[in-house]
């Protein structure tokens, strides 16, 4: 705990990149600028000092999402209301120092199962806390900068680290970073430990609860538009914790590709592919995950977008041994990938599915998706969204074919700081929910109001 302790107070090492563009005369036939943006009314002392507010209230209404059985009334299927309340501050006193604190509260109202956090899938009670508070030093978009403090990361498209918006509660971490950007590239460097959520006093990491887990998270990341008409990552992730069950030490290599907007026509694709190699809980870990998609967008007014795409996250096929070859997910924003009902994350799974977007207006988007599952290795767990609660006991020699999920997702947006969405699922179980124990379908419905300033 101590390492800890000093290595997040150790100094930064920063340079400011200070020089300003000098503008030429005006041309005559160049059309005049937009009117100016309205003030914003949380901005004061020239922008030195920013508030940010938001509200977001969904109601979510669950049927056999977790036990797949229509003739037990569980505490889970239910319905319930989920309410996110958050403040922030953010002072610059210099150009290139920003200090930053934001508060959040979340609750679940009329809800049957447990109000604590991760009891039988529930979102809970967290009364008002701190989410985020650090200090930053430098220019993000421009030579050297770091960060210290608690924060959100946010890395690739979020499929192994991101701050899981989606949650009530969403995901901070206790981190220090350091951060070189240019034009066309950047690379970061972080230490941290995933905050963990207590209701009845202030969240703590692992730096400093004295918990016995330990746990530090760290990792190297690099992006860069210099190759081909692409964003191309490449990563290094390390997670260690201690526990009585074993020490986990393991890193994961990654590299991810994004085709540019617009750079192939109506064509873009997009790939990530990451490996994992060390140990989890004592035993050797050998893991690969990956992702493969292509979308295309037809000449319509609507934008129409087609997309197809396949992930696969090893399993292991002996939990008994001393390998463990299932695909550690890390800390991940799941819900965006492997249907919204959250009953799959990116380890033990092969998936399949096409999605269709379109415009009909400026302010409506429609999303529909269909997904196929199957289990990579059914000697291994299927894994739902949070990547450790199994649905099923392991059975091997248990049908792959988990089943299929359709997903229609509506968002309205009707300025920059009020939006709604509306959205309803469906799981049509598999054979492998037959093989081990009930097999009934499952829904999930929800509507979601959202407020930003």
Not at 213 to 235: E, H, M, P, V, W
């Amino acid at each position: 705990m101590t390492r800890h302790r000093q290595f997040t107070a150790a100094a930064i090492p920063l340079l400011a990149l200070a020089a300003s563009a000098i503008a030429g005369p005006t041309d005559t036939k160049t059309p005049p600028p937009p009117p100016p943006a309205a003030p914003n009314p949380l901005s004061f002392f020239d922008g030195k000092l920013v508030f940010d507010v938001q509200e977001k209230m969904r109601f979510e209404s669950r049927e056999n999402n977790f036990d797949f059985n229509d003739s037990v009334d569980s505490l889970t299927d239910d319905s319930w209301i989920l309410n996110r309340f958050r403040v922030g501050m953010k002072w610059t006193p210099t150009p290139f120092m920003n200090i930053y604190i934001q508060g959040q509260d979340t609750r679940e109202w009329d809800s049957d199962r447990p109000n604590v956090i991760g009891a039988m899938g529930a979102e809970g009670d967290d009364p008002f806390d701190v989410r985020q508070a650090y200090i930053e030093l430098g220019n993000a978009k421009s030579g050297w900068s770091g960060k210290i403090g608690r924060q959100i990361f946010l890395y690739g498209d979020e499929r192994l680290v991101g701050p899981l918006e989606w949650a009530n509660q969403g995901r901070t971490f206790d981190a220090v970073r350091l951060r070189y950007a240019s034009e066309k590239w950047w690379v970061e460097g972080f230490a941290s430990s995933v905050v963990k959520f207590d209701d009845d006093a202030i969240n703590q990491s692992d730096w400093f609860d004295d918990a016995m887990r330990d746990q530090t998270f760290s990792g190297l990341y690099f992006s860069t538009t210099a190759i081909g008409k692409q964003t191309t990552d490449f990563y290094a992730f390390h997670l260690n914790e201690d526990a009585a069950a074993g020490d986990t030490s393991f890193f994961t290599l990654g590299t991810r590709m994004k085709s540019t907007a617009g750079a192939y026509g109506p064509w873009d694709y997009e790939t990530e592919m990451a490996f994992q190699s060390g140990d989890v809980r004592g035993k050797d870990l050998a893991a690969f995950a990956g992702h493969w998609g292509v979308g295309y967008t037809f000449d319509h007014a609507w934008k129409p977008r087609l997309a197809l795409e396949y992930n696969y996250g090893s399993g292991d096929d002996n939990a008994a041994d001393g390998d463990v070859d299932t695909f550690q997910n890390l800390f991940p924003t799941n819900h965006k990938f492997y249907g919204y009902m959250d009953v799959f994350s990116w380890q033990n799974l092969h998936n399949v599915a096409i999605s269709l977007t379109a415009a009909p207006t400026k302010k409506l988007t429609a999303r529909l998706d269909y997904h196929l599952f199957w289990l990579a290795d059914t000697g291994n767990a299927w894994y739902r969204a949070n990547g450790t609660t199994a649905v099923r006991p392991i059975t091997p020699g248990a049908d792959s074919f988990a089943g299929s999920e359709v997903d229609l997702t509506l968002t309205y947006k009707v300025n920059k700081n009020l939006s709604f969405m509306a959205g309803y699922s469906r799981f049509f179980a598999g054979g492998y929910l037959d093989d081990t124990g009930a097999g009934d379908d499952a829904d999930f419905a929800y509507v979601q109001a959202q407020l930003d300033f």
